[in-house]
């Protein structure tokens, strides 16, 4: 199970809006006779492509899925049919299938006489697709909040110059992040002061992020570098915005919330267009309406060892007056990446 969740995760940043899957197939002596996974959305499913490798040797072996097989038609499928078709004995796989579409592969493997179970690795299978599971069980794009600041927690100094705060190793990895997700979000405040390009630089293969502006009052400049044509480009804008000077299918009209744009109505607005991974890039103000709304799923923090002492600070106003209104987090993982130290951490269930 191990070696499909790592077979999965090489297809990061290329299947969406459907999920990373890997599949090994084990023969009826406990080889492994058969590996593949989910290149793109329309291709095979991982289980076709192990079995189609493993060929007749999969008769009466074992299949081992990081997702419930799905039990439908959709692009492709149904795999309960191809597994059955291919005569495996046993299926083990990790996390169910959060999408009522395809869910219940499991109850039909059974009924066609199939030892199947899940829960195999399913804590390691999760967090290999967390952004896709996340997104089809809320119904919303997931959302990670990535931003850079020093120890002190500030992303600009008080004269608001901000470049460069984390190390190159720090940047190259913003890249990685970018290519990983659907939609890179930032606030009209960020495209303003900083003109970000918000394209993954430097990444062979890279499939890049629609880019998203989130700008109530359409100040978004004509010349704006998100609006070349390395990557397409949506401005949110309010439903009175003018918006002439933008071009006309780069506008996207979201109704008005109390603090700015309704931030859930523009997510779903994402998801329709198949955005199932979002990263949001600041600045602080947007950062602290996210973090308001409850919308900040995973958190990246590059911090880096300086102290600025005075200047804006990496998350804005969230609502939360007090320490017990503190959103705490859980840690997931920690790497220093050149002198930086990379942090990501997801609020704490409650
Ligand atoms: C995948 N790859 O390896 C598996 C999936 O649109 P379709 O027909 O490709 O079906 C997509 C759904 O199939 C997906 O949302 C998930 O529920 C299920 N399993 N999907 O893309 C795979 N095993
Ligand atoms: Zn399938």
Redesign the pocket.
Known sequence: MRRAISLASRALGH?SP??L?G?VVLGPDGTVVGEGF?TR??AP???VEALRAAGSAARGGTAL?T?E??S??????P?TQALIDAGIRRVRYAVA?P?P???GGGAVLRAAGIDAEGGLLAAEAEAGNRAWLTA?RLGRPHVTWKYAATLDGRSAAADGSARWISSVESRADTHLLRASVDAVLAGSGTQLADDPHLAARDVPGARQPLRVIVDTHARTRADARVLDDAAPTLIAVGPDAVAAHLPEAAVLRIPLADTGLDLPALLNELYARDVRAVLLEGGPTLAGAFAAAGLIDTVVGYLAPALLGAGPPALGPAGIGTIAEMLRLDVDDVTRLGTDIRITARPRPH
């Open positions: 299947t459907n999920p899957v599949c989910h959305a329309g499913h991982a289980e899925v997702l097989p799905c439908h038609v959709g692009r492709t499928g795999c299938d999408n579409v395809a869910a089809v």
